[in-house]
């Protein structure tokens, strides 16, 4: 179901990174950076290891520094996947985990969003979060997606999606391999009334964007590349 690429290079949760705060919204422990009078609102969906990953929240707060209010939900309930548990692999943590369930209370969070007064949302997804943006892409729940490097995400899924997507991809990628990636580009090509790129980034892995060695300067490069696609393309189309 997932190979290593999905579990790699895992990060060391901080409970206290970032420059915002943690407050509840839509019944999740949600980090939130930017001001909430903001119109604009963007979600960030987290991979397999959650919302207390420094690189996540600090790609937050980049955006958040954009203009736009930013929540990432703590979809795992403070139970992200802990790769040394060997009596947990990632085959039994990931159902309990499921996008179904995800999908459902991602609806509430965008209501609550919504409740403080933004009028458009966008959401963008890592790997396992993916998966859920483009659910809530199928269900015109938000009006704007990125998905990094996708885990699990499906050319059917490509054909449902109803929302602007952009899909950073990775040319060393198990999961979602560029030959996928190109038929999610010929999807998106063949439908004009969405508007949607693909673009897939040499010489990185999957999970490059949020869990890129900070001291390699060429992955580094490439990650920030990725959050000023991301933004701009936040910009473009959350409105």
Known sequence: MSGPQCCSNPPTLNSNAGAGHVEQLGGLSSYVSGSPDSKRAVLLISDVFGYEAPN?????????????YVVVPDFFHG????????????????????????????????????????????????????????????????????????SFVTVEDIKGVKAPIAVLGAEI????????????????????????????FPKVSHGWTVRYNVEDEAVVKSAEEAHQNLLEWFDKCVK
């Open 56 to 68: 996540l929240r600090k790609l937050a707060d980049k955006v958040a520094a954009a203009g736009f």
């Open 79 to 150: 139970d992200p996947y802990v790769p040394d548990k060997s009596d947990r692999p990632f085959q039994v943590w990931v159902k309990d985990h499921g996008w179904d369930k995800a999908f459902e209370v991602a609806k509430s969070v965008i209501e609550a969003v919504k409740s403080k007064g933004a009028s458009a949302v966008g959401a963008a997804g890592f790997c396992w979060g993916a998966k859920v943006v483009v659910e809530l892409a199928k269900s015109e729940l938000i009006q704007s997606a990125v998905l990094l490097h996708p």
């Open 173 to 200: 990628d198990n999961l979602s391999p560029p030959e996928l990636l190109k038929q999610f580009e010929e999807v998106l090509a063949a439908k004009p009334e969405v508007d949607g790129y693909v673009k897939i």
